[in-house]
């Protein structure tokens, strides 16, 4: 019977790959976190009203009394699995033997995939002024669609995000104001959401396992031979 191992079982990159970063040299529970902090720094470095410390907050309506100062209320409210990127293959990458161990791979689980939902809000000292700030924001998000590069932080990068997009998630009136009543009585102000995906969070550690450079294959007969079948006799078909 064929020798096997549970690497044969697996898909993935090619060999000679260098070894993927251990979760060790990260902290993969942070990865949501960086989301929300990248997007901040992003509107507060293009939006000169929400440049202030404390303008861009992670709080949702229902906790924020913005009497006389402009804000903006970055509020994660939904967390949705990509359905797209689920089950994907384990990556797999070839370890250099230690001495004249054999050749071994590298199997790191695939990552968790899912889709952040934010809703923005934003306050101001006065109505006309809160326009302002809807209309830098669109526009923001129109000419800015993803956060790659420096506008990432550098923990996402590390943990395999070097693009999220910033998609504009259309709701109707009903179902922003549906989102509002849970808001503690707030009166609804003007919302727009945005969907940021794909965001990759790991989901394991990576493992070592065998890599397969020899099998052995043996065949046994199992039908019955007919009564003048000769061992020595040549095969002619």
Known sequence: MPTTSTSSALSGQGDDEPA???PADY????VIRWVSESLRKLVREHIPLLSAESAVVFESPAEIEAVGENKLSLYLYQIEHNVWLRNLPPTLSHRQPVSAGPNTLQVTPAPLVVDLVYMMVPYAKSAELELVLADELLRLFHDVAALEGPLLHPGLQQTGNQCIDIVPRDSSIEALRELWAGFGGKPYKLT???LLSPVRIPSGRPFDTDMVTQTELSIVNTRPL????NPETPCTT
């Open 27 to 30: 902290d993969s529970s942070q």
């Open 20 to 22: 993927a970063k251990k």
């Open 192 to 194: 727009k959401l945005y």
């Open 226 to 229: 007919p009564e003048n079948f």
